[in-house]
């Protein structure tokens, strides 16, 4: 059996058409995240940008059933002004807190409210 020749590798022509790889490429990782995406609401295009919370109501709906709006227009508008007084100040007693601003509040309020 006749050993193999070695043959010498010459370049191709300039002419040959390139060869393509079918591999894909290495891809980059993406970059985190580092803010909350906006979302568009009806009326506002890809150049506007609205908050992602809804303001909070300063007043409960006056609607129900009558236990509901009862609480709707009594204790709602007070406590949630309470809770936002929390929230702020992240107190070590946060009941504590609530408790002496809602007594205060009513007392605030018993004057010009009648039935409070």
């Known amino acids: 059996m006749p050993e193999p020749?070695?043959?010498a590798m010459t370049e191709a022509p300039s002419?040959?058409?390139p060869i393509h790889?079918?591999?894909t490429t290495t891809l980059q990782p993406q970059q985190p995240r580092t803010a909350t995406p906006t979302r568009h609401i009806n009326g506002t295009g890809p150049g506007t940008?609205?908050?992602a919370a809804p303001p909070m109501p300063s007043k409960a709906a006056a609607h129900g059933a009558p236990v509901r709006r009862y609480l709707n227009e009594k204790v709602t508008g007070v406590l949630l002004e309470g809770?936002?007084?929390l929230a702020?100040?992240?107190p070590e007693d946060p009941l504590k807190v609530l408790g002496e601003y809602l007594l205060?509040?009513?007392?605030e309020l018993e004057g010009s409210q009648?039935?409070?």
Do not use: C, I
């Open 83 to 85: 809770m936002k007084k």
């Open 88 to 90: 702020a100040e992240q």
């Open 49 to 51: 940008t609205v908050d």
């Open 114 to 116: 009648p039935g409070l």
């Open 5 to 7: 020749q070695d043959t």
């Open 21 to 23: 790889s079918t591999a």
């Open 104 to 107: 205060s509040r009513s007392k």
């Open 15 to 17: 002419s040959a058409a």
